[in-house]
């Protein structure tokens, strides 16, 4: 059985009523460690387990870390995490509450990386927090489920990172024969990877990560994420910080779910009807959620940035 959740899809009435469209919400933030993550970690850590991994190694300290955490604990191996300082207490706390052994090494996500690379040994798995097609294959199942009542959108909105679950949603939409939904890729301005590759028709790498959207923090994003952004079919959408925390805001009283501002930004896009959305009337907003954000976190960005 797999160790992610279907979950569930609703029509939701404040965003369909701010958007002035139909807005379907897919409710990934409810997976048992609080993001989409889980369908593509978890097939990849079931798959790497068969294999006969004795360990699973991350080096995120995010949502990808937790996902593995958790999916080590199901599994029954043990999971290593090495994460920069810069990581939050929070963060840390979680994957700890998880079972994984928590290694704090080096100044940023580079440094900390580096140490996972050269700690692993021939019977672990390193699993990548983004750019691994097993990750796309279960992330692909969400639009399965989608698929299965039927209502299919006219387009799907969602946050990029490093581009895994905007591969896995269009390997989704593909295996379902929705190959012509087109996609609204959001990011905020700061993190915005995808943004900067479609419009230089090449991969880049950006300078540095400006955005509190931390989830989103992918530098350059990987390759299946930049061939697809060159298919026509996806549209490229930047929101602020300010928007982003906004949207949870909102999102939390009208939804009664706490969500990151990396999912924060595919929500602002939606609730600023951003001109992207112009042609639609029926969206899938994928509500890709996240763990490590907190409702004081929320109040602290939206007076930082007021
Ligand atoms: C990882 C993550 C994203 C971005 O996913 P990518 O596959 O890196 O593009 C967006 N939102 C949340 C909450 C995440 O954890």
Not at 35 to 55: D, I, M, N, P, T
Not at 61 to 71: E, P, S
Not at 101 to 111: I, L, P, R
Not at 254 to 259: G, I, K, M
Request: aromatic content about 4%; charged content about 15%; glycine content about 10%.
């Amino acid at each position: 059985m797999a160790l992610h959740i279907a979950t569930p899809l609703i029509e939701s009435a404040s965003l369909s009523q701010a958007a002035g469209r139909s807005v379907l919400l897919k409710l990934e933030a409810l997976q048992p460690c609080g993001s989409f993550k889980l369908r593509g970690v978890g097939l990849a850590c079931e798959h790497y387990a068969r294999l006969g991994a004795k360990r699973l190694v991350s080096s995120s300290g995010g949502n990808a870390g937790l996902a593995v955490a958790y999916a080590g604990r199901q599994l029954g191996l043990p999971v290593a995490v090495v994460v920069p300082a810069t990581t939050s207490e929070r963060a840390k706390e979680l994957l700890r509450q998880e079972g994984a052994e928590v290694t704090v090494h080096g100044a940023s996500w580079f440094d900390a990386n580096t140490l996972a690379q050269d700690m692993l040994t021939g019977t672990d798995a390193f699993i990548h927090p983004f750019d691994n097609p097993l990750l796309w294959t279960g992330h692909a199942s969400m639009i399965d489920e989608v698929a299965a009542t039927g209502h299919k959108p006219d387009a799907v909105v969602l946050s990029v990172g490093g581009g895994g679950l905007l591969a896995g949603v269009m390997e989704g939409l593909a295996r379902n024969g929705w190959a012509d939904v087109p996609v609204i890729a959001v990011e905020t301005h700061g993190a915005a990877s995808l943004h900067a590759a479609m419009q230089a028709r090449e991969r880049v790498t950006l300078d540095a990560i400006t955005s509190i959207a931390t989830s989103l923090g992918a530098r350059q994003v990987c390759e299946q994420a930049f061939a697809l952004s060159q298919t026509g079919l996806v549209h490229s959408v930047l929101v602020s910080d300010q928007d982003a925390v906004a949207a949870c805001s909102r999102f939390l009283d009208d939804h009664r779910l706490l969500v990151e501002p990396a999912c924060g930004a595919a929500l602002a896009a939606v609730y600023g009807n951003v001109p992207a959305l112009a042609a639609f009337n029926k969206v899938l907003v994928i509500v890709c959620g996240g763990a490590t954000a907190t409702a004081d976190n929320l109040q602290q960005w939206t007076r930082l940035l007021a």
